[in-house]
């Protein structure tokens, strides 16, 4: 089971981090993603963490703005949004795997119930 939290209103340029707990004992061996869906478009992409090494992997769109990270101690993986955009705004969904895709939705088994962000101008 996964838990997203984190979400909120925040301005032009600001910043938040998202959260998504885990439940499990073997949290460190799945790879962890967040997708986004914005109002009338497609789940998106957004960012990846792989379990075995941590190598992350990003959306165009994201890259050099969001970082994803994990703490398997903790059972959670994060997202990092920084100098965010209106285009940004979306319910932001995490999600796990256990395959070696790492771009489709459909790659991922788990997914959380999302938090939305929203950023104003």
């Known amino acids: 089971q996964l838990q997203a939290s984190g979400g909120g209103l925040v301005q032009v340029g600001g910043s938040l981090r998202l959260s998504c707990a885990a439940s499990?004992?073997?949290?460190?061996?799945?790879?962890m993603a967040w997708f986004r869906q914005a109002p009338s478009k497609d789940r998106e992409f957004v960012a990846h963490?792989?379990?075995?090494?941590?190598?992350?992997y990003y959306a165009n769109s994201v890259k050099g703005r969001f970082t994803i990270s994990r703490d398997n101690t903790k059972n959670t993986v994060y997202l990092q949004m920084n100098s965010l955009k209106p285009e940004d705004t979306a319910v932001y969904y995490c999600?796990?795997?256990?395959?070696?895709?790492?771009?489709?939705?459909?790659?991922?088994?788990?997914w959380g119930q999302g938090t939305l962000v929203t950023v104003s101008s």
């Open positions: 499990g004992r073997t949290f460190s061996s799945y790879a």
């Open positions: 999600a796990a795997s256990t395959s070696s895709g790492i771009y489709c939705s459909t790659e991922y088994r788990y």
């Open positions: 963490i792989t379990g075995v090494d941590n190598s992350p």
